[in-house]
């Protein structure tokens, strides 16, 4: 089996790539210091349709498919984690809006989405709850036409200028997903600055206190949250960083093959054994991640454990690659602004976002054994 581009695929890489390398891969060392990606680069992420990608034309979307989107965040990924998490955040946003919202919510916030006039963030993790969903404590109360939402919402990406955020929050009837606006009365944002990676990802905090938000802005009913809205955004989130960290796995690897070459470093057996592994691990987890990719487009049942599997493994990989590029390039991977500092320090978090390593270790262990005798059948299941 052999991953091949079609024509347009082909040309979808090339636009996607020329993008990143003269637009954003240039300001990527100042995302990274100066902690925010600026609105003239998200204006024009929203121009050439980079914006809530997968979003169909009729909502003003690219409609891009699963391999075309997955070429995309690999792009970015490739030149700015920063910027790639604006993507995959503002997109789970937005396609869960697209799949879960209702005409007039599709109608009033897809446009805004895919132009960029609004930004999407994405609020599930709080103080007491990262990895254990089912540990999540924002209260939402019934309240007339509206929900009282109280909690505290933390490392919530793009959080700081985002002017919808999907929240997530218990009601009496179970979890619940709310679109509450960044104005509403009783929302307090608080930005957080200093993390060790994607440092322009303009995280934030979230204070709710008696938010309240109407009916009209609850997405699927009361209780409908758990697990289909959350697993669904969830799995695009991690195709997303998956395809993002073998950008990162990809960058690692064409940073040090030019610098072992400059150096003269390649006689040496156990640098070949370093550019060796990145090698085979950015191959392999490439396939792993556009082969999720594919089942989620199919809705296939095993699109969620894909994604977690893919998730695992490019992001182990990057974190591995950016550890031996920083070793290749020696002292010079260890200045200000080197391309490979920040994959080291962007890759670390790739093992934490969207399911952490050892909870997809976790998952994985016990839900998603490969199936060792069928391997390859046909198994057109969908949900
Ligand atoms: C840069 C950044 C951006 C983020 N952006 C967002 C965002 O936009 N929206 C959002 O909602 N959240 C966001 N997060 C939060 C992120 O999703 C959580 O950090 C993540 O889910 C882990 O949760 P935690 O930090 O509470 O760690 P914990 O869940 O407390 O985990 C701590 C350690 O325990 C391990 N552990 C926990 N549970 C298990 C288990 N069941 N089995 C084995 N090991 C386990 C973990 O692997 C980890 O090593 C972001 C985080 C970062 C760092």
Redesign the pocket.
Known sequence: MRLTFTTEQRALRAEFHAFAKSEVAPEAARHDCEERVGRALIDRLAEVGFLASLISPAHGGRGLDHLGYGLLHEEMGRACSSTRSLLT?HDMVAHTVERWGDDTQRRTWLPRLTAGTAIG?????EPDA???VAALATRATADGDAYRLDGT?C???FGAIADVFLVFARADEGLTAFLVERDTPGLEVVPLAG?L??RG?M?AELRLTGCRVPRANLLAGPGRAHPFIVTEALTLGRYSVASGSIGIAGGCLAESRDHVAERGLMEHQLVQRLLTRMTVHYEAGRLLTFQAGELIWERHADASMAAIKAKYLAATNAAEAAHDAVQVHGAAGCTPNHPVNRYYRDAK?ME???G????CE?LIGRFGHADVESYGAASPKTY
Do not use: H, P, Q, R
């Not at 952490?356 to 909870?359: C, G, K, L, R």
């Open positions: 955040v963030a994405f609020a599930l993790s990262g990895s254990d919402k490392w919530i990406s993390m990676g994607t990802a995280l978090v934490i976002i969207e952490s390593t050892e909870v976790g």
